[in-house]
Structure formats: C-alpha cells, structure tokens
C-alpha cells in the first residue's frame, strides 16, 4: 500500500524560509515521477514543482526561483525547499506520486506565512 506522509509546515515570518519532506512508503519513489502541489483557501490546487525518475526537476514560471524540489533515494524521501516565502504562499502542501496505474497524494500540511 503506497502511502505519502507530508511533515515540515508551520507558521513563518515573510522572508523566511521552511523544507517540506515527503516521506514514501509502500513503493520506490525514484521509479516514478513525484511533484508539490498547494491549494490556498477558495484556490484551485496548483502544481509548486515536481521531479522525474531521472531527477529533471520542473516549475511553473510563477514558482521559479524560490521553490527547490529534492529527492533522498535512500530515505525514500522528496523535499520541498522554500525560500524568500510570501503571506500569498499560505496553503496546504500536498505531495503527489504517479504511478503507471493512479495517482497518490499525502494529507497535506499547512503553510502559513504571516507576521
């Protein structure tokens, strides 16, 4: 049973910074690709940043430069590295895996940027 377990949210400052981890379970997280997405309150779900078996990492534009996708293989582990963050990045993060056959997503773990 494949299982995605979110940890690393918080409350933080404007400016500053936090890492999400996305500890997988039940599969290798390297033999598939794996991706960030957030939804703010009233906002649809939005991709933040995703990464391929072969480690090619990809961004939306609007999230270039501040978000950093990261994969441990040996703890089976994605990351989320945020930097310079915004009260506008306020939102849950969920860590999303795609198999050949369906689509997983973890429970999620609220963000708040907020002084």
């Known amino acids: 049973q494949v299982q995605l377990v979110e940890s690393g949210g918080g409350l933080v400052q404007p400016g500053g910074s936090l890492r999400l981890s996305c500890a997988v379970s039940?599969?290798?997280?390297?033999?598939?690709?794996t991706g960030w997405y957030r939804q703010a309150p009233g906002k649809a779900r939005e991709l933040v940043a995703s990464i391929t078996p072969l480690s090619r990492t990809n961004y939306p534009d609007s999230m270039k430069g501040r978000f950093t996708i990261s994969r441990d293989n040996a703890k089976n582990t994605v990351y989320l590295q945020m930097t310079s963050l915004k009260p506008e990045d306020t939102a849950v993060y969920y860590c999303?895996?795609?198999?050949?056959?369906?689509?997983?997503w973890g429970q999620g773990t609220q963000v708040t940027v907020s002084s």
């Open positions: 999303n895996l795609n198999t050949r056959t369906r689509g997983y």
């Open positions: 039940g599969t290798i997280v390297s033999a598939y690709g």
